[in-house]
């Protein structure tokens, strides 16, 4: 029997290249879930007060976001989200930092509740910079922490490492968008088809601040040993917090999740009272 190598080669390639197409027209669906939301969209939230506010950062594109404020903040924390739905749902995840007295700013990334624009990888990363710089006109960057969540973690890496914030705060962390698609297509060259990356271990080499990532043992999204290769590249300014039991969308569902906020905010504190967090909320619904 002749085996044809150059047909069986010539079909792999196609085959290659077809997904790569794929990849490249329909990676904004599949990183980019959004829900959008009316522009007279009222948001409420139980136990937080949120200031809303729309901001230009350039011609034709409107950020949306959040300002969740206490009296006499120690600080605020730039809440970077995940890929899922808009701040409507997010926003009451910000009972973690409020509760500890810290001011909360999230924004929607375009595309996403009321933000408009074309989404690029430089537009988004423009849009945090100068959601960033915002902030810096209320507070001084020794009271801003940098938090990321799942996909958020890109733009807070980056972010950190273009900036002197207090602290970065890494939870869920991807590694990369690239190393995301590879590890669901492993044959694939995916770095060609990709139009949006946020090199998480990247931006990580260049943090000066401290930085902290917790993850948990039981993420089937984003693998644990994810967040102990991130934790290796600036080990000296690292620490990585393991949440046993805990999956990507419920980790913040573990009591220790909260035990470690509570030790990276204010380690005095030694008690957590469930009741204040959001221990009990479903991300699903």
């Known amino acids: 029997m002749h085996i044809n190598y150059y047909l069986i080669a010539s079909i792999i390639v196609i085959s290659i290249l077809a997904i790569g197409i794929l990849i490249y027209f329909f990676q904004h669906k599949f990183f980019f879930q959004a829900e959008k939301l009316p522009q007279d969209f009222k948001f409420a939230y139980e136990n937080l007060v949120a200031e809303e506010k729309t901001v230009f950062p350039e011609k034709d594109a409107q950020i949306n976001y959040l300002h969740f404020k206490v009296e006499k903040p120690k600080g605020v924390v730039i809440y ?13 995840f910000a009972i973690d930092f409020t509760r500890l007295q810290y001011d909360v700013v999230m924004m929607d990334y375009r595309g996403f509740g009321k933000s408009t624009g074309k989404r690029n990888t430089d537009a988004m990363k423009r849009d945090s910079q100068f959601i960033y710089d915002l902030v810096k006109t209320e507070f001084s960057e020794d009271k801003i922490f940098v938090y990321g969540r799942s996909l958020g973690t890109g733009f807070a890496a980056r972010l950190a490492s273009k900036n002197s914030p207090k602290m970065l705060i890494l939870t869920s962390p991807i590694f990369s968008l690239e190393k995301t698609i590879h590890r669901y297509l492993p044959f694939m060259p995916a770095k060609p088809f990709m139009k949006f990356n ?11 601040c401290p930085i902290k990532i917790l993850h948990g043992t039981d993420d089937n999204l984003v693998p ?62």
């Open 198 to 208: 946020f090199p998480t271990h990247h931006y990580l080499k260049n943090v000066r």
């Open 224 to 285: 644990i040993k994810t967040a102990i290769e991130l934790s290796q590249i600036n080990p000296k300014l690292t620490r990585l917090y393991v949440i046993l039991g805990a999956g990507h969308i419920d980790i913040h569902q573990f009591e220790e999740y909260h035990k470690a906020m509570e030790e990276i905010f204010d380690p005095r504190l030694n008690y957590m009272d469930s009741s204040t967090t959001s221990f009990n909320y479903s991300h699903r619904k």
């Open 80 to 92: 970077l989200k995940g890929n899922t739905k808009s701040i409507k749902g997010w926003g009451k």
